[in-house]
C-alpha cells in the first residue's frame, strides 16, 4: 500500500488544479520577489487504530499547512486574497480521492502572519483525515 503518498499526492492534486504557483515539498523552487506563490508541507499526526483488532482500520490525520508568501511591506490583503482562494478550495466536508485513498477535510484555519527577509508570509492549516485498511 502506498497511503503515505496517496494522502500527500490527494492533497497536491488538489492545491494544483487552483493553477496558483506552489513552492512544493522537496522540489527546487526559485521564487521571484516580486512575485506571491503558495509554500505547501504535509505534517501527518501519529497513526491510529480504530479498534483493538490487529486488521481495525488505521486512522490518519494530519495539517496541511499552506501559506501565502508575498512581498514585504506591501500589506497583508495579496496573502488573504491567495488564502482565501485556498481556504475555499479545501473547505470542510471535501472529500480527495488518490488511488482508492480518501482524505476528508475537516478544518481550516488561518494563522499568524510574519516576516522573513523580504517576505510577509501567512498560513493555512488545513486538518484532514482518512481511514485506511490496516499496514
Do not use: C
Not at 526559485?30 to 508541507?41: I, Q
Amino acid at each position: 500500500m502506498t497511503v503515505f503518498v496517496d494522502i500527500s499526492a490527494a492533497l497536491e492534486a488538489h492545491l494544483q488544479t487552483l493553477g496558483l504557483p506552489v513552492a512544493w515539498e522537496n522540489r527546487e523552487y526559485t521564487p521571484d520577489t516580486e512575485t506571491a506563490f503558495l509554500r505547501a508541507t504535509v505534517i501527518p499526526a501519529d497513526t491510529e487504530p480504530t479498534g483493538v483488532s490487529d486488521d481495525a482500520s488505521d486512522d490518519h490525520i494530519g495539517i496541511y499547512s499552506v501559506e501565502a508568501i508575498t512581498k514585504y511591506d506591501t500589506g497583508k490583503g495579496e496573502a488573504l486574497d491567495l488564502l482565501d482562494q485556498v481556504a475555499t478550495h479545501f473547505k470542510r466536508g471535501t472529500v480527495l480521492t488518490q488511488n482508492g485513498v480518501k482524505v476528508r477535510i475537516s478544518k481550516v484555519s488561518r494563522t499568524v502572519g510574519f516576516r522573513d527577509t523580504v517576505y510577509h508570509i501567512v498560513g493555512l492549516t488545513i486538518e484532514y483525515r482518512s481511514f485506511t485498511q490496516a499496514q
